[in-house]
């Protein structure tokens, strides 16, 4: 299903070629290169250190290539890790790299680095430089499918790497930068990905000692993943773990709404009743999905005839 997808949307940006397009996205796609943006990144060391932001070669300074260089040491490493073929459906508008497809670097690298030079932005200028820093990263992604060199997953999953990036480095390297606080501007200055993971599993831990229905999805989620995983021959592994992490996720999100208006209000009260419908209802429709999609993957399983 997943290639199907693939397949169809490479189709789509085929259908879009015009002489304009391919000198624009072929252009473009330079802003996710390593011989564009690791220049770059030496150069915003030295802006950052001129601006008075940090001495020269310090933690702040270095968090721009720091970010930079793990999303490429990542997306490198998945790619020799994966070995998935270029896609070969169209004329490519560019030399084919030699390296393997799945994800993305181009994606991985401009991602990284234009969500930390954001970062590095003063508070005034972050709302317009958030929206020109999305346009860019949008732009580079297309441009990999424009050309015809990655898959649509390649591409988006590239992009995701930057999340985990952002994570390491913004905690090792610019604590105090990235967040103080994301609303109120109170707590403890710094972004600590490890406190955050820690309370991840606080989280998780109290939700599956105490509400029932989130201990028995999450039991029942690893049961359907081991069996979807030991038969991905035939059932695509990649959506059954989508539909069962948003099942997990809406039930997750339900239980910490329920939690938070019972603290609220102990009596009962109709305005809490319908946050706690309206939460239960996500839930409801999340697990429709996880049925649909388990119910048509079981329903190709039994139809298929074994490879």
Request: include cysteine; glycine fraction near 6%.
């Amino acid at each position: 299903m997943l290639n199907v997808l693939d397949s169809q949307i490479l189709g789509i940006f085929h259908g879009l070629r015009t002489p304009y397009l391919d000198h624009f996205f072929a252009s473009v796609t330079w802003l996710g290169s390593l011989w564009l943006l690791v220049p770059l990144s030496a150069l915003g060391i030295l802006v950052v250190w001129r601006l008075g932001y940090a001495p020269v070669l310090s933690l702040h300074s270095t968090y721009l290539p720091a970010a930079l260089l793990l999303a490429s040491a990542a997306a490198f490493t998945l790619k020799a890790w994966f070995e998935r073929p270029r896609p070969a459906l169209f004329e490519t508008l560019t030399a084919i790299p030699v390296d393997s497809a799945f994800p993305s670097a181009h994606s991985a690298q401009a991602a990284a680095f234009f969500v930390a030079l954001w970062f590095l932005l003063p508070p005034a200028l972050r709302v317009g430089g958030g929206i020109v820093f999305a346009g860019v990263v949008i732009a580079v992604m297309m441009s990999r499918l424009y050309l015809q060199v990655h898959w649509p997953s390649d591409v988006l999953v590239g992009a995701l790497l930057r999340c985990l990036c952002s994570d390491i480095t913004c905690g090792v390297f610019a604590k105090g930068l990235c967040m103080k606080n994301k609303f109120l501007g109170t707590g403890d200055a710094g972004y600590h990905p490890l406190r955050k993971f820690r309370t991840v599993l606080s989280g998780l831990s109290y939700a599956v000692k105490y509400d029932f229905s989130v201990t028995y999805k999450l039991v029942l989620s690893v049961i359907v993943l081991i069996v979807a995983f030991a038969f991905r021959g035939w059932v695509d592994f990649l959506m059954v773990l989508v539909a069962t992490t948003l099942v997990l996720m809406a039930e997750l999100f339900n239980s910490a709404i329920e939690a938070l208006c019972d603290f609220v209000e102990e009596r009962h009260n109709e305005k809490i009743k319908v946050i706690k419908d309206i939460a239960a209802a996500a839930v409801g429709v999340s697990i429709l999905l996880w049925v649909i999609v388990i119910g048509m993957e079981l329903w190709s399983m039994l139809t298929s005839s074994p490879p």
